[in-house]
């Protein structure tokens, strides 16, 4: 059986940056955060796995955004008995659930910081952000916009 527990947790990045974007008040932007994860295997040590989740909200032409934003958090996993792509999967839906709650308050203290109405990302379970980690049980999750504000 698979057995892990967070050592270390740090922000790797968090930025937040207002868009010179021309609007009226009544201009509704549609705010999806776009997530992204990497675990890697430390090579000194073969029980260390780093996992890098993020979030990011970026302005593009075909989707302006009032701000960019970017919250990276990096954890240190020491993960005993990990030998199939099962237990890879485990560990990383819940690394991501370990994770998360950090993540989505980071976001939230980035935008209130920035004197903004705070983005509060929902509680969600870690099996739903990324496809891969969706077993044939698991269902899947939009983010409404209009729920995010």
């Known amino acids: 059986m698979i057995k892990y527990s967070l050592k270390a947790l740090t922000a790797d990045e968090l930025s937040f940056k207002v868009n010179p974007i021309k609007a ?5 932007f ?29 302005n593009k032409e075909d989707s302006p955004k009032p701000f960019n934003l970017t919250a990276r958090f990096v954890g240190v996993f020491e993960v005993e008995n990990m030998k199939t792509d099962e237990d890879r999967r485990i560990f990383a839906v819940n690394a991501t659930e370990t994770m998360f709650p ?41 983010f409404d916009p209009k729920v995010l504000n």
């Open 24 to 28: 009226t008040p009544e201009t509704k």
């Open 30 to 58: 549609e705010i999806k955060p776009f997530f992204s994860r990497q675990i890697r295997q430390a090579n000194e040590n073969q029980k260390i796995h780093l996992v890098i989740l993020e979030c990011k909200i970026e």
């Open 102 to 142: 950090y993540l989505r308050a980071a976001v939230t203290n980035l935008t209130a910081d920035a004197l903004i109405n705070p983005l509060t990302l929902p509680v969600v379970p870690g099996s739903t952000i990324f496809p891969d980690d969706r077993g044939a049980n698991q269902y899947t999750l939009n």
